[in-house]
């Protein structure tokens, strides 16, 4: 399953936030990065526009919303293996070298 983006963390706001708190949020980190012309900003500028796209719009953001939660439970359901269970998963493939 691919990964999806955290705009919520995107954007500094919780998942309950209200709409109007979501686009307060934009605003600012939009004219914060303005004042930048690096590349930095503008790939920053690029991915908040992304974010607002998605969550300023109320049917976009209620599907992000189940994506992100299906998401969620997809790897809540497989546990990740511990530290030892992954050097021992690496000790018992035979050698082989090149």
């Known amino acids: ?8 963390n995107v954007l500094g706001c919780p998942p309950r936030a209200h709409a109007r708190v979501i686009e307060e949020r934009y605003w600012e980190q939009a004219h ?3 004042a930048e012309p690096t590349k930095k900003a ?8 992304e974010a607002y796209e998605i969550l300023g719009s109320p049917h976009k953001r209620e599907a992000y919303d189940r994506r ?7 790897n809540a359901e ?4 511990t ?3 992954s050097v021992v998963s690496v000790l018992s493939k035979p050698f082989r070298p090149d």
Not at 68 to 74: D, G, L, N, Q, Y
Not at 78 to 81: D, L, N, V
């Open 1 to 8: 399953m691919a990964r999806v983006k955290d705009y919520y």
């Open 32 to 34: 914060e990065l303005h």
């Open 42 to 49: 503008a790939k920053r500028l690029s991915l908040i526009n």
């Open 68 to 74: 992100r939660a299906e998401f969620s439970a997809a």
């Open 78 to 81: 497989a546990p990740r293996p």
């Open 83 to 85: 530290l030892l269970q």
